[in-house]
């Protein structure tokens, strides 16, 4: 009977058995329908919104263009917090979705294709950036429109994000949200204890984040901007030179430097 | 499937058409029994073992309330007494196999095995027995020696539509031969595709085979081994809004579609492969001793889909609602903007659009694994498996002693020692390379860099591949003894028993893991904690003649804590609660019974204390985005109510019964709680206004009236329940000091606004089921019956459920509130539905 029993079991046994990966040929994120009918670049609509990316404005997209760009930036660390930011061979943008967890999905190295009709192009502290409208500026777009509107284009192919060494001298407009690499410079605030964000009111904050002015660059105009919900915001701050890596972002004429994970500070 | 079941039911109905018909009323007993054990032991107990394992199986020969109500409110899970199941004890063959690190007997152990399970006496907390002082909620010994079993054979096929959908049973037991030998052999197996939940199935196994060997009238030895290698997935408990969006009560959010096929993402697998030895060694025609050893391996593994750094996978996560969109609740808010009402439509929509929208997305989740490789990123998905393994041994002695007619001795000895280990598993990296054994939920209180955020110090950093342990990985040991004596005597129309015992415990934590919150506090053994416990127990009848009497029991004890509530946090290091105490218990129970030869009634009222108690738990709290570990000690707990039982024998052939209980069973002080953070591995002390907070998961008010008919052999129940006062289990966190000083629910005067516990609905239900035992010839009958449950398809009745351990509100760092959220977690419990009609057809062969 035993053998009778195990030899049931045996053969019935382990209906929860191994799973097969799922076929991912067709991503299932984004919109696979769309393809590029009128392309454009970063540069072209830099250019066309110059106004309202200048003067905290906003306008609708109407023309049935698409965009070809390579994420470089996300929140895997929390820093960039619904936002991505992203490259093609002519500049870089900022692109506002409301949602937290976009890194698998935007993967550094994530070829993309946006179709922009029916979203809206402007300017968040001159700032330029693609999202939809919120109290009257530039904000982040839901992230189910965000879904139709994207499409993901092969695997991510994370050598081809390089970053380009800093230069604060350069024309903010055309250069903000290039991922970047700062090097040889140091933080202002480094104490041995002091940490990037705390959230303990010794630092000021705007909108959760802390801003550490970086030193050893030919202007003064930067700063390294982490949230207090970053992953890192209690790494305590190095207190020699270090390089930077980050996505290089303006508010106005303020330089901010977003690290993307812990991993984007190098002590020297 | 459905319709598989269909077809075997119509043949099994037709079969006994072609035999004779003759009846026998002992067969009837059986059958029914059967019905009992199937609602027992397959249909209720041991199914949710991550809900709240907390029934308890209960009967008396001698009360018609307690021998009814064993199987008769089980479709809505009800409690005895609302007590928890470790104030009930299992013995097998006088050895107590209650779990000694949780207190409770899972009586999942014994599933597809009811041939086996039948001859078991069983008492109520105040009734005389032959093993021992039984515990506040009863006590059952099963007797599993082979001589024990009637010879014969035995198959049974049963369909149902329930967590199965077929069962077979086959039994062989050859009695005690000539030879002095008895073998008795039974094998079980229950199989469903999908319950009745979807997205469920289950697959099981339990086997039973026991030996003896009579050697003379002074000496038998006994063996018994059995197991029940199950494997089954879960339905998971969701909100009223859930369930409407899918209109269905029996949404599960716990699968979703892979490659086609629906994929549970919580399996359960379990194996408790147990052996028991019994020697029976009468010493002379007074006295004899009874000595068992049992050792068991449980092996018990349950699935979960986790994230990391990463949005929450689960379908019914609150942000995926409509109601995440606008505030149902208050459709004047100011928040309710018409892009608010747009967001509202559009999650309905996408709820109801498709069933697949609104189960787990495991492409989805595939894909971001995929993705995160191509990064070198950790995992932001996998499945993991917890792990609870429990080897036991357990010896136990038991002397009888008649000393006179009238006066009997029994006592003895238990001995116990427990190795629990509890240790967590990587089951599927669904696609992913990397992941490390890293404390996810204190990266940014930590950097990653900082050796706090360390699962283990002694491997940091250490990737987890399938199979690996991460997460945790500890030993709790508990060893116990115990002596017990009962002395009873009858004289003049009074029965009484005077029992007590007296046990020592002992207990440690041994880590595997050196955790970075407590890298001098986790690795290796803990301190060990010492308990000294026991108590008196009486009970008596006093008969006033006519077939009135009256009864009354009396209990006072001190139990040891139990070890599963003795840490602060034992996924993390080795502190024992602080103050740890042990549990003081005060009960009594006063009955009249009338037994005549047409009626048998019993009035019951009782009452228990529990002083000094413990609790803990742990759960996600959402004020301090943190796991957290709470810890409740000097719990105060009342127990009380009335019973009722009235059995009418009208005539010969038809009965009924009448059975009742309105009960209460609450904390009657607030609780001093301590709670530690995953994210900072700080203990924090509050004190929870948990006071009038009822048990819940169970009716407290119950009523039925049960006809039962019989005529030419057939036999026909027709039940109708009544349930209500059915709570769901509360919060604590929503009634810590802080938290109500968070939200403001503080009246003028000063005084807290304790949140009301939330509860479900209750209802009618209308049981019935039809038998039949056939003989057809040469020995050989066939037995047939029916049970249908909720005939009327009530599908409005909670069986149970939780209040969401989320606030209304977030937080800013500091701890004050920040803003108000759309999503009402107050408003939105969750909860299972108790299933609408279902049915059970058994048929029986014995040969």
Not at chain 2, 116 to 131: D, K, L
Request: aromatic residues 12%; neutral net charge; charged residues 20%.
């Amino acid at each position: 009977m035993v053998a009778m029993a195990t030899t049931l079991f045996a053969t019935t046994s382990c209906m929860d058995g191994d799973w097969d990966a799922p076929d991912l040929t067709n991503p299932p994120y984004g919109n696979n329908t769309i393809t590029v009918r009128k392309a454009t670049t970063i540069a072209q609509l830099k250019k066309t919104y110059s106004s309202e990316i200048a003067n905290k404005g906003y306008k609708l997209v109407t023309d049935d263009i698409q965009l070809k760009a390579i994420v470089t930036g996300n929140d895997i660390g929390g820093n960039l917090y619904k936002q991505i930011s992203i490259q093609d061979e002519t500049g870089d943008m900022i692109v506002g979705i409301n949602a937290s967890g976009l890194y698998p999905y935007m993967a550094v190295g994530q070829t993309i294709i946006i179709n922009l009709k029916d979203l809206y192009i402007g300017g968040y502290g001159q700032q330029a950036q693609i999202g939809s409208l919120y109290n009257g500026g530039i904000g982040r777009m839901e992230q189910d429109v965000w879904k139709q509107h994207v499409r993901l284009v092969g695997a991510p192919k994370p050598e081809l994000v390089v970053p380009v060494e800093f230069d604060p001298t350069w024309n903010m407009a055309d250069y903000c949200g290039k991922y970047v690499k700062l090097t040889d410079v140091t933080i202002e605030g480094a104490d041995g204890k002091a940490v990037l964000a705390p959230d303990d009111g010794s630092v000021s904050l705007t909108s959760n984040c802390a801003n550490r002015n970086i030193k050893g660059l030919s202007k003064t105009n930067v700063v390294l901007r982490t949230s207090t919900y970053a992953d890192f915001a209690n790494m305590v701050i190095p207190s020699g030179k270090v390089d930077i890596y980050g996505i290089a972002t303006r508010y106005n004429n303020t330089w901010q430097i977003l690290m993307r994970s812990e991993s984007d500070i190098v002590i020297k | 499937m459905r319709k598989e079941l269909k077809l075997v039911a119509v043949l099994l109905l037709l079969a006994p058409l072609c035999f004779a018909q003759q009846t026998n009323q002992d067969a009837l007993k059986v059958m029914k029994s059967d019905q009992a054990s199937f609602t027992f032991t397959e249909s209720q107990l041991g199914e949710d073992d991550d809900v709240t394992q907390n029934v308890i199986m209960v009967n008396s020969n001698n009360n018609v309330y307690t021998s009814n109500i064993g199987y008769l409110f089980s479709p809505m899970r009800f409690k005895y007494r609302a007590y928890g199941s470790r104030y009930n004890d299992v013995y097998f063959n006088g050895v107590n196999v209650n779990n000694a690190e949780n207190g409770q007997f899972n009586y999942s152990t014994v599933g597809g095995m009811n041939d086996a399970t039948r001859g078991q006496e069983s008492v109520s907390p105040y009734e005389s027995n032959m093993f021992g002082v039984p515990n506040l909620g009863g006590a059952s010994n099963y007797n599993f020696r082979a001589s024990n079993y009637a010879a014969g054979s035995k198959a049974t096929l049963s369909g149902c539509n329930r967590n199965y959908v077929a069962r077979a049973m086959f039994t062989h037991a050859t009695g005690l031969m000539k030879n002095g030998w008895a073998f008795m052999g039974t094998v079980g197996y229950r199989w469903g595709k999908e319950g009745f939940s979807e997205g469920t199935f289950y697959n099981s196994l339990g086997y039973f085979l026991s030996a003896q060997k009579v050697f003379n009238d002074n000496h038998s030895l006994s063996f018994a081994t059995w197991g029940n290698p199950s494997e089954r997935s879960q339905q998971g408990a969701s909100t009223d809004e859930a369930y409407w969006l899918a209109n269905d009560r029996y949404y599960n959010p716990y699968w979703g579609y892979q490659n086609g096929k629906k994929r549970n993402s919580r399996v359960v697998n379990n194996y408790e492969p147990t052996a028991l030895i019994t020697w029976d060694y009468k010493i002379n025609d007074k006295a004899s001793l009874t000595t068992s050893l049992l050792g068991r391996y449980v092996m018990y593994s349950s699935t979960k889909l986790n994230y990391n750094n990463a949005n929450n996978p689960a379908p019914d996560y609150w942000k995926n609602f409509p109601s995440y969109q606008y505030n149902v609740w208050e459709p004047g808010s100011e928040d309710n903007t018409e892009d608010a009402l747009a967001g509202w439509w559009n999650s309905y929509n996408y709820w109801t659009a498709s069933k697949a929208n609104r189960q787990i997305n495991w492409d989805n989740l595939y894909f971001a694994n995929q993705q995160l490789n191509a990064q070198g990123a950790d995992a932001a998905y996998y499945i993991q498996a917890k792990h609870n393994d429990h080897l036991t041994m357990n010896l136990s002695s038991t002397f009888n002693f008649e000393i006179n007619k009238q006066s009997k001795f029994v006592g003895g000895v238990q001995l116990g020692t427990n190795k629990g280990m509890h240790y967590q598993t990587m089951e599927d990296m669904l696609g992913a390379k990397y992941l490390r054994n890293i404390n996810t939920y204190a990266v940014g209180t930590y950097p990653a860099s900082d050796p706090r955020v360390q699962y283990d110090l002694n491997n940091p950093n250490a990737y987890v591949q399938e199979g690996d342990k991460f997460g945790y990985d500890y030993d709790l040991n508990v060893q116990n003894a115990k002596l017990w004596a009962k002395y009873e005597a009858e004289e003049e129309g009074v029965r009484a028993f005077l029992a007590g015992q007296i046990g020592g415990t002992q207990m440690w934590r041994t880590g595997h893991m050196r955790h970075g919150m407590a890298a001098n506090n986790s690795y290796g053994d803990s301190q060990k904690a010492y308990f000294l416990d026991g108590g008196v127990k009486m009970g008596s009848t006093f008969s006033l003649g006519h077939g009135n009497s009256i009864t009354l029991g009396l209990g006072l004890e001190s139990r040891a804590p139990r070890a599963n509530v003795a840490f602060v946090a034992p996924e993390i290091n080795n502190d024992f609660v602080d103050d740890l105490k042990c549990e003081q218990i005060l009960s009594a129970e006063l009955g009249y019974a009338l037994n005549t030869q047409w009626v048998r009634a019993n009035l019951t009222g009782y009452y228990a204390c529990s002083r000094k108690g413990n609790e803990w738990q742990n759960f996600y709290f959402d004020d301090v985005n943190s796991f957290t570990y709470v810890s409740l000690s000097d719990v105060a707990k009342d127990y009380y109510g009335v019973e009722l039982g009235i059995q009418l024998k009208l005539t010969s052939n038809f009965r009924i019964n009448l059975i009742g209980s309105m009960s209460d069973a609450k904390y009657v002080e607030n609780t001093n709680v301590k709670y530690m953070l995953s994210t900072e591995g700080e203990t924090k002390s509050d004190v929870c206004y948990n006071k009038d907070m009822r048990e819940s998961g169970t009716p407290l008010t119950v009523g039925s009236i049960g006809l039962s008919y019989n005529v030419n052999g057939w036999w026909l129940d027709l039940k109708g329940n009544y349930y209500d006062r059915i709570y769901l289990s509360y919060s604590p966190n929503r009634r810590y000091g802080s938290t109500m000083v968070t939200n403001g629910d503080i009246d003028n005067a000063g005084n807290y606004i304790v949140p009301e516990q939330a509860q479900g609905e209750g209802g009618f239900m209308l049981d019935a089921s039809i038998g039949r035992q056939f003989n057809i010839g040469r020995g050989q009958k066939l037995g047939v019956n029916l049970m249908l449950t909720n005939v009327l398809n009530n599908t409005d009745m909670v069986s149970g459920g939780y209040e969401q351990s989320r606030s209304d509100y977030t937080t800013n760092s500091d701890g004050t509130k920040n803003d108000v959220r759309t999503y009402k977690f107050s408003h939105n419990p969750k909860k299972y539905y108790a299933q609408g009609i279902n049915g059970m057809l058994n048929v029986t062969y014995r040969f």
